[in-house]
């Protein structure tokens, strides 16, 4: 099974940006759909968040309406990794950011799910 690992968190202002990162720890991370979650930490109860999916060979991509616009995911397969450009950050978009894999994008989060990366957007 893949193993995922983000990176890439951190605090920053509103309107701000930060990218963030997902390697898969095996080659064969490059054939699976990647995808983009989170939580927001007032929430841990309830069910994470989609954010983004994108497809093996990254000629699809798909976002939630929240983040249309203002966020890119794109993948690196040589480099087996997964990015989420996040620009002109609000608040609202703290949160764990989760990456997770899948055998096609309808079904991320089917195989393996990384250990998360924190996003703290201030006011």
């Known amino acids: 099974q893949v193993q995922l690992v983000e990176s890439g968190g951190g605090s920053v202002q509103a309107g701000g940006s930060l990218r963030l990162s997902c390697t898969a720890s095996?080659?064969?991370?490059?054939?699976?759909?990647m995808g983009w979650f989170r939580q927001a930490p007032e929430a841990p109860g309830k069910e994470r968040e989609f954010v983004a999916v994108i497809n093996s060979d990254g000629s699809y991509t798909y976002y939630a309406d929240s983040v249309k616009g203002r966020f890119t995911i794109s993948r690196d397969n040589g480099k087996n990794t997964v990015y989420l450009e996040m620009n002109s950050l609000k608040p609202w978009d703290s949160a764990v950011y989760y990456c997770?894999?899948?055998?096609?994008?309808?079904?991320?989060?089917?195989?393996?799910w990384g250990q998360g990366t924190q996003v703290i957007v201030s006011a």
């Open positions: 997770a894999s899948g055998p096609d994008v309808r079904s991320v989060g089917h195989n393996s």
């Open positions: 095996l080659r064969t991370g490059s054939i699976y759909a």
